[in-house]
């Protein structure tokens, strides 16, 4: 698959009221497996509250699980930090679904606040802090 193929999603959110943080444990299981076989590689974040999910892979791939993403009751208020074309190639193409519960770290804040290249950046920078999945 050429470069060009490629885009990337951001977002950040937060989990639904009626949902605990033992629902995470769901999300990635099924992110993993879901991700591995459809060539979708990324990283989540959770800090007990909010989610910060990045992902990236085939347009229309990418796309249709942006579109599940959106309907998953277990978040609410999603915002798109980034939807693009990826250009060079994976930022993590080993990862079909790294994780991080980031309780007590301002990482999410520095996805939100900051341009998501950076902290995108910041996170690969960071990979030591991350179930690697």
Same mark, same amino acid.
């Given at each position: +698959?050429?470069?060009?193929? @490629?885009? %990337?999603?951001?977002?950040?959110?937060?989990?639904? $009221?009626?949902?605990?943080?033992?629902?995470?444990? /769901?999300?990635? *299981?099924?992110?993993? /497996?879901?991700?591995?076989?459809?060539?979708?590689?990324?990283?989540?974040?959770? #800090? &007990?509250?909010?989610?910060? %999910?990045?992902?990236?892979?085939?347009?229309?791939?990418?796309?249709? !699980?942006?579109?599940?993403?959106? %309907?998953?009751?277990?978040? *609410? &208020? =999603?915002?798109?930090? @980034?939807?693009?074309?990826?250009? &060079? &190639?994976?930022?993590?193409?080993?990862?079909? =679904? /790294?994780?991080?519960?980031? $309780?007590? $770290? /301002? !990482?999410? #804040? %520095? =996805?939100?606040?900051?341009?998501?290249?950076?902290?995108?950046?910041?996170?690969? #920078?960071?990979?030591? +802090? @991350? #179930?690697?999945?």
């Amino acid at each position: +698959m050429s470069n060009e193929a @490629l885009s %990337q999603f951001a977002y950040h959110s937060t989990l639904a $009221d009626g949902y605990g943080a033992s629902c995470v444990g /769901a999300i990635i *299981k099924v992110a993993r /497996a879901f991700n591995a076989s459809h060539g979708i590689t990324g990283v989540l974040l959770f #800090d &007990g509250e909010r989610f910060c %999910q990045y992902i990236e892979g085939e347009p229309a791939t990418l796309d249709a !699980l942006v579109g599940r993403i959106r %309907q998953d009751v277990r978040h *609410k &208020g =999603m915002a798109t930090l @980034l939807h693009e074309p990826l250009a &060079g &190639g994976r930022r993590y193409p080993h990862w079909s =679904m /790294a994780y991080s519960n980031v $309780d007590e $770290d /301002a !990482l999410i #804040d %520095q =996805m939100i606040a900051g341009a998501p290249h950076d902290a995108l950046a910041l996170l690969k #920078d960071r990979h030591w +802090m @991350l #179930d690697i999945g």
